[in-house]
Nanobody, 117 residues
């Protein structure tokens, strides 16, 4: 089994920055991709960043140029640097992992990010 533990959420004003971290433990050999999803109240959960073990990344247009995902394979940790935050970025952010980040099989507990205008 694999466990994901997130940290780094919080409240920030629009234009500010936050960095989320997600540490993986357990049978990490089964993980190829890691990433972050978010879910705002009343909305579907959406992918905001993904990264493979080889370092390939993908982002939706809504965060491209503002969010950066990185991965430290030695620490089994993935990071999400979020800059130029907007109120519409407010959501619960979930770390996810699996063989394909579009279909993650493992989820973290979620961390709240609140951006005020």
């Amino acid at each position: 089994q694999v466990q994901l533990v997130e940290s780094g959420g919080g409240a920030v004003q629009a234009g500010g920055s936050l960095r989320l971290s997600c540490a993986a433990s357990g049978n990490i050999k089964m993980i190829n991709a890691m990433g972050w999803y978010r879910q705002a109240p009343g909305k579907q959960r959406e992918l905001v960043a993904g990264i493979t073990s080889g370092g390939n990344t993908n982002y939706p247009d809504s965060v491209k140029g503002r969010f950066t995902i990185s991965r430290d394979n030695a620490k089994n940790t993935v990071y999400l640097q979020m800059n130029s935050l907007k109120p519409e970025d407010t959501a619960v952010y979930y770390c996810a992992a699996g063989r394909n980040i579009l279909y993650p099989s493992i989820w973290g507990q979620g961390t709240q990010v609140t951006v005020s205008s």
